[in-house]
């Protein structure tokens, strides 16, 4: 069973930049599809990102693409989403997550199995 940790978050004002690391324990991090979501206060936790554990296929939500980009480093057992031009509407806490391991791509919170705590993103306009 893996264990999620993530890292990097912080204020940033907008237009700028941050990159989230998400350190993975406790299971082969190779076999895990990953995805990243996030939580605004009092709103529902979103898809960002996602990719595939197989052939490493990526996915974005509509409101990030062309401004996240996720990555992951196998032999460190971290994922990674590089989050550029940030707008006020970013805020959020970020969370990484993983479904059981060989398993596609998934795009909802349901159907993903292992979470980290989150990171806090604050975007000041």
């Known amino acids: 069973q893996v264990q999620l940790v993530e890292s990097g978050g912080g204020l940033v004002q907008a237009g700028g930049s941050l990159r989230l690391s998400c350190t993975a324990s406790?299971?082969?991090?190779?076999?895990?599809?990953m995805g990243w979501f996030r939580q605004a206060p009092g709103k529902e936790r979103d898809f960002v990102a996602t990719?595939?554990?197989?052939?490493?296929?990526?996915y974005y939500g509509d409101s990030v693409k062309g401004r996240f980009t996720i990555s992951r480093d196998n032999a460190k057992n971290t994922l990674y989403l590089q989050m550029n031009s940030l707008k006020p509407e970013d805020t959020a806490v970020y969370y990484c997550?993983?479904?059981?391991?060989?398993?596609?791509?998934?795009?909802?919170?349901?159907?993903?199995?292992?979470w980290g705590q989150g990171t806090q993103v604050t975007v000041s306009s």
């Open positions: 997550a993983a479904p059981k391991p060989r398993r596609e791509v998934q795009f909802r919170p349901n159907e993903y199995d292992y």
């Open positions: 406790g299971g082969t991090f190779s076999y895990y599809s």
């Open positions: 990719m595939n554990w197989s052939d490493h296929t990526t």
